[in-house]
């Protein structure tokens, strides 16, 4: 997703005055924005979606924070939010399809430890996956 997606659906956003998605979305564009400052250029679509996974995780612990302390109306909130954020995300991949990108690097590059597994995984399918998961995936095919 680009910059340039990014503010037309806030657009579409403004004109349903949808007030969850607008909020997501000025979020997202205003890290997309500090970002771009700091690295002086446009960011790729992957650069985008790490930022938006960054707000995910956010969110999730803001989301458990909520729900420990007990405040239903910012749990409510938060929910929303999320599944606004989340849809923003590219197709995630699946478990089969994670494992089979894993087995397929591990061939490709015939790496034996995981450093050079996550980096060229993140390389290729950066935002699409759960990190913890793939190590967990990446750890099991190298054991055997």
């Known amino acids: 997703m680009t910059e340039k997606d990014l503010r037309d659906q806030l657009t579409t956003a403004m004109r349903a005055k949808d007030a969850v998605r607008m909020r997501a979305l000025r979020a997202v564009l205003s890290l997309v924005k500090n970002r771009m400052i700091e690295v002086r250029t446009e960011l790729s679509e992957r650069d985008i979606a790490t930022l938006i996974q960054r707000e995910v ?13 007990g ?45 050079p597994i ?11 996956y759960d990190g913890k998961a793939a190590s967990e995936l990446a750890k099991s095919i190298l054991a055997g």
Do not use: W
């Not at 995780?57 to 302390?69: N, P, V």
């Open 57 to 69: 995780k956010q969110c999730k612990e803001t989301l458990d924070f909520a729900r420990q302390a």
């Open 71 to 115: 405040r239903a109306e910012q749990v409510t909130e938060h929910e929303e939010l999320l599944r606004v954020l989340e849809g923003l995300l590219p197709q995630s991949l699946s478990e089969q399809e994670l494992r089979d990108a894993i087995r397929a690097i591990v061939a490709e590059t015939g790496a034996t430890n995981l450093g």
């Open 118 to 128: 996550m980096k060229s995984l993140g390389e290729k399918y950066a935002g699409r």
